[in-house]
């Protein structure tokens, strides 16, 4: 985000609108920097035109490193370090080790998950939110749209928002949220 960056934020009263904002904003040309709502609202990342995320690609990985480093642990532990014959199995008997395998893959895939959630979103417990308008906490809509990341001059892209059902447009600086 550039320092000082200027956005045009409509405010919309319903859901409904706002998708059907959305979609027609976007045929205008005007390149949206971000939606806001108080609740979820669905097909939002249709009309936005969200890609689907790769927090499930981390999860794996995250998974598959829970397992590996399990197993690493239970056959260096039992096979090496420590070998002992318990009930007359061999010292790396890998049905043994399933449990604790299944569970140090949940809890680093779980725990994985969370910490890629918190960076990509960028959430952090010392940070303050950035709102573009505090009525987004309760019931209003609110579409960003980055005046230096589009073409289109502010007087048309505040018309365009003010045709597709904003209630109202303001302009804001990032600086000053």
């Known amino acids: 985000m550039a320092k000082g960056s200027d956005f045009l934020v409509g405010i919309y009263e319903d859901e409904d609108v706002l ?19 108080p609740f979820p609202v669905h097909g939002i990342e249709d009309a936005l035109g969200y890609r689907r995320s ?8 995250f998974g598959l490193l829970g397992t590996s480093l399990a197993l690493i642990m239970q056959v260096g532990m039992m096979g090496f370090d420590w ?15 399933i449990p604790v395998t299944f569970e140090f893959t ?3 895939a779980s725990f994985g998950m969370v ?20 009525r987004i906490t309760d019931d209003k809509h609110v579409m960003a749209i980055d005046l230096s ?15 597709n059902g904003a209630s109202e447009v ?4 990032y600086d000053d949220l």
């Open 106 to 108: 949940v809890l680093l």
């Open 83 to 97: 070998p002992m014959i318990i009930g007359g199995k061999n010292f790396i008997a890998f049905p043994s080790f």
């Open 54 to 61: 790769r927090l499930s690609i981390a999860a794996f990985l």
């Open 149 to 163: 990341k589009n073409d289109i001059k502010e007087e048309e892209i505040s018309k365009i928002l003010k045709d």
């Open 19 to 37: 998708l059907e904002g959305i979609r027609n904003v976007r045929e205008k040309g005007v390149k949206i920097h971000e939606v806001y709502s």
């Open 115 to 134: 910490g890629t959630f918190f960076v990509i979103s960028d959430l952090k417990p010392w940070g303050k939110p950035k709102l573009f308008d505090i």
């Open 170 to 173: 303001n302009k804001k600086n």
